[in-house]
């Protein structure tokens, strides 16, 4: 008889240092690093939400790798790429639920059939934890972001080079050119 052990906050916190991971399923999902222009691209939105938390001071932007602990059947915690939050700091410690707004920027191993189906599940996951608009930035091959929002989940705003994003109603008036995700 074997025993199925499911994996905890816990064990996010003893990761190895700069290990990114994220609770699926019962299971620890470890989240490989990227490249240089999906990396440069959450660098990019985290340094103009950074711009908007000073401006506003209504709530904080945080970066890559950051954790926030949410409570679905099938998901313990979200690590996006980018994030906007309105909760309460934490100290060291996860943030407690989902961020208004979350960033998932593709890496060279997010295409394809199941990556798709992986994407949109945890575009779903946001939604259920309490995240109003969801960026999936494809910096490697369409040179898009899709504006997802709880709203209309399945129905995304595309916008391209030469062209502003935004992600209301999460962020009121933030915006950022889609050109500023490139070299």
Do not use: H
């Amino acid at each position: 008889m074997s025993i199925k052990t499911e994996a905890t906050i816990e064990y996010l916190y003893n990761l190895p240092d700069n290990c990114k991971a994220e609770i699926v399923n019962g299971k620890l999902v470890l989240m490989s690093p990227t490249g240089f222009l999906p990396g440069r691209a959450g660098g990019e939105i985290y340094a103009s939400l950074r711009d908007y938390e000073r401006l506003t001071k209504s709530g904080y932007a945080l970066p890559d790798n950051v954790g926030f602990i949410v409570n679905l059947p099938n998901r313990g915690s979200l690590s996006p790429d980018a994030a906007f939050y309105t909760g309460k700091p934490t100290g060291g410690k996860f943030l407690n639920g989902a961020p208004i707004f979350a960033a998932e920027v593709r890496s060279e191993n997010d295409y394809g059939d199941k990556a798709e189906k992986d994407i949109a599940s945890k575009r779903r996951d946001y939604f259920a934890a309490g995240t109003l608009v969801v960026w999936d930035v494809d910096v490697l091959k369409e040179e898009v972001i899709r504006v997802y929002r709880a709203s209309n989940p399945e129905e995304p705003r595309v916008y391209r080079r030469g062209q502003v994003a935004e992600a209301e109603p999460a962020i009121p008036g933030w915006t950022m050119l889609v050109d500023n995700l490139f070299v």
